[in-house]
């Protein structure tokens, strides 16, 4: 049992130093995640990684239980997505600015990029994907939100690279194909 299963294990207990213990040690690969997170954001983008990590900690060490270092960190890749979107969708409310965007001002041009709706439609792709096939929505997770390796992700699935190359290469064509239905993109 690795060290943070363990840290996982005596939170579900009741320990209540155990919370305390857990930050330090997923810290930096939670901020790893949520920096490749952002970096996919389009330019202009409020949230920093670090704010993404605490309000990721924050929901992941409410009521919920986790079985496994694998089971924490696909929940905290889960819990990134889920603010990145809500976060999308706030912007995009037109109670902040709706279809308006914020466009960087130089002195050679003054033309904004085109909205990215990518996010909020992988998201709805991604919901889809999960109520038929879970696992496949798992591995998305992990290898998109959480830029784990093929080897990585193969490890904490308990599966062969060779079988999660090709489930990502199913998963992947599947949600395009959602994403181009449901949106034109």
């Given at each position: 049992m690795d060290e943070v299963t363990r840290i996982l294990s005596a939170i579900e207990q009741g320990d209540p130093s155990a919370a305390e213990q857990l930050l330090p040690l997923v810290y930096d690969e939670l901020r790893r995640l949520a920096g490749a997170q952002?970096?996919?954001?389009?330019?202009?983008?409020?949230?920093?990684?670090?704010?993404?990590?605490?309000?990721?900690?924050?929901?992941?060490?409410?009521?919920?239980?986790?079985?496994?270092?694998?089971?924490?960190?696909?929940?905290?890749?889960?819990?990134?997505?889920?603010?990145?979107?809500?976060?999308?969708?706030?912007?995009?409310?037109?109670?902040?600015g709706g279809a308006r965007q914020r466009c960087e001002l130089r002195e050679d041009d003054l033309i904004s990029p085109p909205p990215d709706d990518r996010l909020l439609a992988l998201d709805?792709?991604?919901?889809?994907?999960?109520?038929?096939?879970?696992?496949?929505?798992?591995?998305?997770?992990?290898?998109?939100?959480?830029?784990?390796?093929?080897?990585?992700t193969a490890e904490l699935l308990h599966t062969s690279p060779r079988t999660v190359k090709r489930n990502w290469v199913y998963a992947?064509?599947?949600l395009r194909r959602a994403m181009e239905r449901d949106t034109g993109l």
């Open positions: 952002l970096a996919r954001e389009k330019p202009g983008q409020t949230l920093e990684a670090t704010a993404l990590v605490h309000e990721a900690y924050l929901r992941l060490v409410g009521d919920q239980q986790f079985a496994n270092s694998r089971h924490f960190f696909a929940a905290a890749a889960e819990a990134m997505r889920r603010i990145l979107v809500e976060a999308a969708r706030r912007k995009a409310r037109l109670k902040h709805e792709a991604l919901s889809q994907l999960a109520a038929v096939r879970p696992d496949l929505a798992e591995l998305v997770n992990l290898r998109y939100f959480a830029q784990m390796t093929v080897e990585q992947s064509a599947w």
